[in-house]
């Protein structure tokens, strides 16, 4: 890629994200310490700019704190034969959202939001999806996991004002995905019709401090690539407001893949190193890393604890990706915090 064509691309992200120009200034828009001391080598560079947005979303906007650790479960009744029944209501329709200060995307949405709600069972419920398109295009429900072929939502375009019903069993246990499988596929995913989809084993995992982090890109003038990299939709969302854990604690992440137009995206974790579970079938084997790349569609379970306490980031090792978005910090507490 061009340093012309870059340049495009984060003027863009900074163009839209600020509006009154002016990035953060010698650290202003961060209190951390090791961040202000990073930003004021940077400013020598004159490259901070590409270090975090500023700027507030507006009220009302998709909130990636909250989606962060929300799983939902659905309503659950038991099912005659003793099996566990869980509903969901699915809305597709078009609406448009914030993927930074001041940057907004024409997105198609699950219940009006990017990525889709995150939807959580165990392995051996019944899931019972009901799917309502209030869009303007066909669209589908696409999960991944072992289903009947009328259930994979590939055949059965739903068109605007029509619904259609999934059913299935939930399997296997791991860390799946949905998404629309309308064609174009790339459009439809890219506009955002994707969601996390966690079946859990009958056991469980560890208690841990769960959260999910779908790795997400948007291509706000339509060049066909991205301008605005994230986990959970806003760019630098976690840097400006990182995540809070506990020195000691385990912490386990979710991590999805459904970047468009990328090859690849990764995670890469500071001053740690984390078990990876690549899509979560399998609770004993794991790799012991701290840089993962996933493909589009990919998913993999990370579960780490923190040695040391203080601002650690995370972020895609592609700097690009990074310096566009897609960049975050956990802050460990000290144990005795
Ligand atoms: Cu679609």
Redesign the pocket.
Known sequence: MSADRRLTRRELLRAGAIGTVGLATGGAALSLPALAQDQAVDTVHGSHHDMVTVGQLAPGSFDPAAFLTHFDGGRVSTLPSGQVLREYDLV?EDREIEVAPGVFYPA?TYNGQVPGPTIRCTEGDRLRVRFTNR?S????IHFHGIHPSNMDGAFEPVHPGRSYVYEFDAEPFGLHLYH???VPIKR?IH?G?YGAFIIDPKGGRPPAREMVMVMNAFDTNFDGENEVYAVNTVAFHYQKNPIHVRHGELVRVYLVNITEFDLLNSFHLHGNLYRLYRTGTDLERFEWTDMVSLAQGERAVLEFTYKHPGPFMFHAHQSEFAELGWSGIFLVEPPNA
Do not use: Q, R
């Open positions: 597709a198609w869009g295009h066909a669209h589908s629309c499988h309308t439809h506009k019709l």
